[in-house]
C-alpha cells in the first residue's frame, strides 16, 4: 500500500499534550495505527510512553488533543467504555487481583458487557461456564492446565506469570488492540523467550498490538513500526532499523555528546 | 531441644483435603465434616428461642442479637468484599425504620407489607443518597456514611418533620412471639446463606474484584460506580430490613433509630468474628450483645469493660474468633526442626 492510499487507521492519535503541574509529561504527539500492525514505544525512563497509554485508555484525561477509534472520536472517555469498544491494556506494575485464583481473575474481565456482548465467554457452547473458558484462555496463554498454576492465588504467582495474567485479562476481553505497558520488563531471558510466541499468535489473530517496552531487541523481532519519545516529545517515527539508527534517539538513550 | 530451633508448621487435615470437590459425598464422616458446623449453627439457632424460653427476658435479647448480626454481615460484605468502609449502619437502620413507620401508620399497611416495602425502598432511597459519595474511597466514603445518620438526625429535628423529637408510635406488633422472634431468625440464616453464595458467584467476583484493584476492573471494562451501587444496593437492604424489624418490635419509630449504637457495635462484632469470613460478623454479635446486657448491672462502668474486652480481642485475637475457628478445624499444627 503505498503513502496517502493506506487504509484508514484504526487508531488515530492527534496532537495529545498533557502537562502535570509544570511539567509538560506530553507535548503535540501524533501518529497513526493500522489494523493488525505491531507498533512499539520506545523512549528514555520519564520520556511520557506510559502517560500516552493512560490518555489513550482514559486513565489519565489528555490536556489536549484527540484520540479517534476507527474514525470516532473517543477522547477521554471512561476506561470502562474505552475498553468496552475494544482497546484493552495490561499494567506496567502488574495488578492482578490478589485474593482470587489465578483463574477466577479472569472472571472478571468474562463477566464484563463486552465478553456477554461477543459471546466470547460461552466459548464450547450455550452451557459453557466461565470457569472452563478462563482455564482455556489461561492455557492458552502458558498456564500449564494439568499443574495447580491457574489455581494458585495470584498472590503466589511469580512475576513472569503475572505478566502473562495481565496478557490474559486483556485476552478475555476479545480486544482489537492490546497495549503492552512493559510486558517483558522484569523477566529473565528464558521467560522473555517463552513470551515472544503468545505475542507472534496475537499478531496472527489479527490483533493490533501496541508495544511499550525498554527490551529494545525483542520488540524489534515483533515490531513494525516504532516511535520514539524523549522529554514528552515524538522524535521519530519508522521502521525499526531507522529508528535505531536515527541520532536523536541514540543521543536520548545514550546521552549527547556536544553540550 | 530448644524452642529455637524449632518451628510451628500447619497441616491441612487429611479429612479436609478429601473432602475438596467431588470427594465430599464419598462417605458419611465427610459429610459430617462439611455439614457439622452448619447445622451446628441452624439448630442451635433455632432452638435458642426454646431453651432459653424460661427466661423472657433473654428471649427478647436474641431478637436484639439477630438485628446486629444482620448489620455486621452488611458492613462485613461492604468492607471485606467491596472495599467500602461504611460506618453508617444506622443510616440503613434509620431509614428503614422511619419508612415502614409510614406505611404502617400513616398509610395503613398491615405488618407484612409495610417491612419488605420499607426493606426495598429503604434500599433504593439509600442508594440515592450515598450515590454522590460513590466515586469516594477509604477513609473518606467511611466519615461521609458516618455524618449522613447524623443529618437526617438534625433535619427530622431541626423541620419537627415525621414526629420530630417523639418519633412516630403506634405501629403494629408482629402477631405473637414466635412470628417476631422467627422473623428475624429465618431472615438472618437466609441472607447469610445467601450473602455466601453471593460472594462467590461471578457478580460476587467481580465486586471483590473492585476491592482488590478497581483499576484493573475498569480496564476490563466495567463500569465500577455501577459495582458499588450494587453493593451499597445489597448492603442497605440488609440494613434496612433490621431497621423495619427493630420498628416493629419497639412499635416505634424514632431519632433513637439513627442512634450511633447501630453503627458501631456492628462493627466492633466483625473485628472480634473475624472479618471477611461473613459468619464471623453472626458469631460476633451473639457475643458482644449479650455481654453488652449483662453489663447492664454495672451501670455506666459497663462502658469501662466493654472496652477492655475489645481492646483485648483486637490485641490478642485481631484475625477474629472465625478465622481462628476455621483453622483449627481445618489444619492441625506440629513442631518441625528448622
Not at chain 2, 416505634?252 to 461473613?278: E, H, K, Q, R, Y
Not at chain 2, 460478623?281 to 450483645?289: E, K, P, R
Request: glycine share 12%; net charge positive; hydrophobic share 45%.
Amino acid at each position: 500500500m503505498g503513502e496517502g492510499m493506506s487504509a484508514e487507521p484504526v487508531l488515530s492519535i492527534k496532537g495529545i499534550s498533557k502537562t502535570f503541574g509544570g511539567l509538560k509529561a506530553l507535548s503535540d504527539v501524533s501518529f497513526d495505527i493500522q489494523q493488525g500492525d505491531v507498533f512499539g514505544i520506545i523512549g528514555p525512563n520519564g520520556s511520557g510512553k506510559t502517560t500516552l497509554i493512560n490518555c489513550i485508555t482514559g486513565f489519565i484525561k489528555p490536556g489536549s488533543g484527540h484520540v479517534f477509534f476507527k474514525g470516532k472520536e473517543i477522547t477521554a472517555w471512561q476506561p470502562h467504555k474505552i475498553a468496552h469498544v475494544g482497546i484493552a491494556r495490561t499494567f506496567q506494575i502488574m495488578r492482578p487481583y490478589y485474593s482470587l485464583p489465578a483463574y477466577k481473575n479472569l472472571i472478571i474481565p468474562l463477566w464484563s458487557p463486552r465478553a456477554r456482548k461477543t459471546g466470547g465467554w460461552r466459548g464450547g457452547g450455550k452451557h459453557g461456564d466461565r470457569d472452563t473458558v478462563a482455564v482455556d484462555i489461561l492455557e492458552e496463554i502458558g498456564f500449564e492446565r494439568d499443574s495447580r498454576v491457574p489455581y494458585k492465588f495470584a498472590s503466589a504467582l511469580p512475576t513472569g506469570y503475572l505478566k502473562r495474567l495481565e496478557l490474559a485479562r486483556c485476552m478475555a476481553l476479545r480486544p482489537e488492540i492490546i497495549f503492552c505497558d512493559e510486558v517483558f520488563s522484569g523477566l529473565s531471558m528464558s521467560e522473555i523467550a517463552g513470551m515472544l510466541p503468545l505475542i507472534e499468535k496475537m499478531k496472527t489473530e489479527g490483533i493490533t498490538l501496541i508495544m511499550v517496552e525498554h527490551r529494545l531487541r525483542e520488540l524489534f523481532r515483533v515490531a513494525g513500526r516504532v516511535m520514539a519519545l524523549n522529554f514528552g516529545e515524538k522524535i521519530v517515527e519508522g521502521e525499526p532499523n531507522f529508528v535505531i539508527e536515527d541520532k536523536r534517539v541514540r543521543e536520548a538513550y545514550l546521552g549527547s555528546e556536544e553540550v | 531441644m530448644d524452642k529455637q530451633s524449632m518451628r510451628k508448621e500447619r497441616i491441612d487435615r487429611g479429612l479436609k483435603v478429601r473432602t475438596e470437590g467431588i470427594y465430599a459425598i464419598s462417605s458419611s464422616r465427610e459429610i459430617l465434616y462439611l455439614l457439622g458446623p452448619r447445622l451446628l449453627l441452624i439448630g442451635g439457632i433455632i432452638l435458642l428461642p426454646f431453651i432459653l424460653e424460661l427466661a423472657p427476658y433473654w428471649k427478647r435479647v436474641v431478637n436484639i442479637m439477630c438485628v446486629y448480626a444482620l448489620l455486621a454481615l452488611s458492613f462485613d460484605f461492604l468492607a471485606n468484599y467491596v472495599g467500602l468502609v461504611c460506618l453508617g449502619g444506622s443510616f440503613f437502620t434509620g431509614v428503614g425504620g422511619y419508612l415502614t413507620a409510614i406505611f404502617n401508620v400513616n398509610l395503613g399497611l398491615p405488618i407484612y407489607l409495610s417491612i419488605p416495602l420499607a426493606t426495598v425502598g429503604g434500599a433504593v432511597l439509600c442508594t440515592a443518597l450515598l450515590l454522590p459519595c460513590l466515586p469516594l474511597r477509604g477513609v473518606y466514603f467511611a466519615i461521609i456514611t458516618l455524618m449522613y445518620p447524623l443529618l437526617l438526625t438534625r433535619v427530622i429535628e431541626a423541620l419537627d418533620i415525621l414526629g420530630g423529637t417523639n418519633g412516630i408510635t403506634g405501629l403494629d406488633s408482629f402477631p405473637n412471639g414466635y412470628v417476631e422472634q422467627y422473623a428475624i431468625i429465618i431472615m438472618m440464616l437466609v441472607f447469610l446463606f445467601g450473602m455466601r453464595r453471593f460472594v462467590n458467584q461471578d457478580i460476587g467476583l467481580v465486586l471483590r474484584g473492585v476491592k482488590d484493584n478497581d483499576q484493573s476492573v475498569r480496564a476490563s471494562g466495567i463500569n465500577v460506580t455501577h459495582m458499588k451501587l450494587l453493593a451499597v444496593f445489597v448492603a442497605s437492604f440488609i440494613g434496612c430490613f433490621s431497621g423495619a424489624y427493630v420498628a416493629h418490635l419497639y412499635m416505634w419509630a424514632g431519632i433513637s433509630l439513627f442512634a450511633l449504637d447501630f453503627s458501631i457495635i456492628p462493627i466492633a462484632s466483625v473485628v472480634i468474628g473475624g472479618g471477611g469470613t461473613l459468619v464471623g460478623a453472626l458469631i460476633g454479635s451473639f457475643i458482644l450483645v449479650p455481654l453488652s446486657e449483662i453489663l447492664r448491672a454495672f451501670g455506666s462502668f459497663r462502658i469501662v469493660i466493654y472496652c477492655a474486652v475489645l481492646t483485648g480481642f483486637i490485641v490478642f485475637k485481631s484475625e477474629g474468633i472465625m478465622v481462628y475457628l476455621q483453622r483449627k478445624y481445618h489444619q492441625f499444627e506440629r513442631w518441625v526442626k528448622v
